[in-house]
């Protein structure tokens, strides 16, 4: 009977140990291990690890690229319309503001020898700004019609453009003076993803 039960024990803890990264979910808090992982250290939606690497090997960061080219617009009839046109040229220095806030290690700060001239690219797609509704916020109180952001990215090793890690990340903000202004929460959210990205690098 011992052996028995002691079999089926040792059958169980192997299985439990053949779970996939890609399956990980939430139990990947801050890995650097490659996978794919959904709510990555609690903060981000999705993260994808191609290749491990290590921050201080690297010279310099740059946010080489913030496309807000492709996202989806309201209708121009909507009154929503005006206002988040004009965020559009808020939303990246706000996201370069937080992004810089949580860095642990500044761009242009000394390096190792070892890391000399390497350069560590971070590339950014804007794919949702939902307004939500300034009226309903008010009324409704916290979470009501929330502004929603959702950025899409990649981290890329500049000199041989190889990919390293692929991100997906939404944030709400749903709070404010008034219901928030529009572009108030565009930028305060904005700021908050930028400071997700950085906590994703410092993790390496």
């Keep these: 009977m011992i052996a028995r039960k002691f079999a089926l024990f040792c059958f169980v803890l192997g299985t439990l140990t053949l779970v996939p990264h890609d399956e990980a979910g939430a139990a990947s808090k801050g890995t650097t291990t490659p996978g794919t992982y959904r709510d990555w250290n ?3 939606d999705e993260v994808t690890i191609l ?3 290590r921050l201080d090997v690297y010279n310099d960061i740059a946010v080489e690229s913030f496309d807000v080219s492709r996202v989806p617009l309201p209708n121009p009839k909507e009154n929503t319309y005006g206002a988040v046109q004009s965020s ?7 996201f370069l503001e937080g992004f810089q806030q949580k860095l642990r290690r500044k761009p242009g700060e000394t390096r190792t020898a070892r890391g000399k001239g390497q350069t560590l690219v971070v590339l950014v797609r804007l794919t949702k700004l939902d307004p939500g509704s300034q009226a309903a916020r008010y009324w409704g109180g916290f979470g009501a019609a929330a502004v929603k952001l959702q950025m899409t990215g990649e981290i890329v090793d500049a000199s041989s ?3 390293l890690v692929r ?3 939404e944030r709400r903000s749903g709070f404010g003076a008034f219901g928030g202004s529009y572009g108030e929460l565009f930028i305060r959210t904005a700021r908050q993803i930028g400071g997700d990205i950085a906590d994703l ?3 390496f």
Aim: charged share 20%; net charge positive; hydrophobic share 45%.
């Design 42 to 44: 609690g903060e981000i």
């Design 167 to 169: 991100f997906t990340q």
């Design 161 to 163: 453009r190889k990919a």
């Design 88 to 94: 559009l040229s808020t939303v990246k220095p706000a």
């Design 201 to 203: 690098l410092n993790a």
């Design 51 to 53: 290749q491990a690497f």
